[in-house]
């Protein structure tokens, strides 16, 4: 598993030495027993900017690790510069694991092989949350009262999305049976 993920790794073209040793480091001695990968490009005025998540299971842990292409402020830089962060979440501690399929030609379902054109993962573990606040209202266009504010807080630990057309059908089925797996080691 450790070579399919390296492989997989350097297969993205997204400084593979980095985000792999990275990861390896964290994993350990532990075996793997499943992990994806999902990549995402941004832009913005200064041009594209690459993102990699790569995620790993083992019996004990999932390990997050997310590479983000940077350039450097002060001063300002045309090199870019890569930030690293690997997150470690004991598998007793996560609290709700969901696994999103979109299906193409869903009347055409097939379960020996099904047509999943993308996977979406969110995983929950308390480790953070999203508040959105906006001013509250009342029905009367009239008022000029102040009626305070109104939102909502959730849980945003983790989303992943995959799709076959950016990363291929190969990821989307390595994010599928990732979370099958997760779904199944946190079921208790």
């Not at 997989?8 to 499943?34: C, K, M, N, R």
């Not at 832009?43 to 997050?64: P, S």
């Not at 995983?123 to 001013?135: C, T």
Request: glycine fraction near 6%; aromatic fraction near 4%; proline fraction near 6%.
């Amino acid at each position: 598993m450790r070579e399919q993920l390296v492989a997989d790794i350097a297969a993205s073209g997204y400084f593979p030495e980095l985000v792999a040793d990275t990861l390896l480091q964290t994993v350990g001695d532990e075996e793997l027993l499943a992990h994806a990968l999902q990549q995402e490009p941004t832009f913005d005025n200064d041009g594209l900017h690459r993102h990699i998540t790569v995620l790993a299971l083992t019996a004990t842990r999932l390990l997050i690790s997310h590479t983000d292409e940077t350039r450097a402020a002060d001063p300002p830089s045309p090199h870019p510069q890569a930030a690293t962060t690997t997150e470690s979440v004991p598998l007793h501690q996560i609290r709700n694991v969901a696994l999103s399929r979109m299906l193409a030609s869903p009347e055409k379902y097939d379960p020996r092989k099904p047509l999943v054109s993308e996977a979406w993962l969110t995983v929950g573990w308390g480790g953070m949350r999203r508040i959105d606040l906006e001013p509250a209202a009342c029905a009367d266009p009239d008022c000029t009262a102040d009626h305070g504010y109104t939102g909502s807080a959730a849980g945003d630990d983790l989303t992943v999305r995959v799709s076959a057309t950016a990363e291929g059908s190969s990821m989307v089925d390595k994010l599928l049976a990732l979370g099958l797996q997760l779904q199944h080691v946190t079921r208790a």
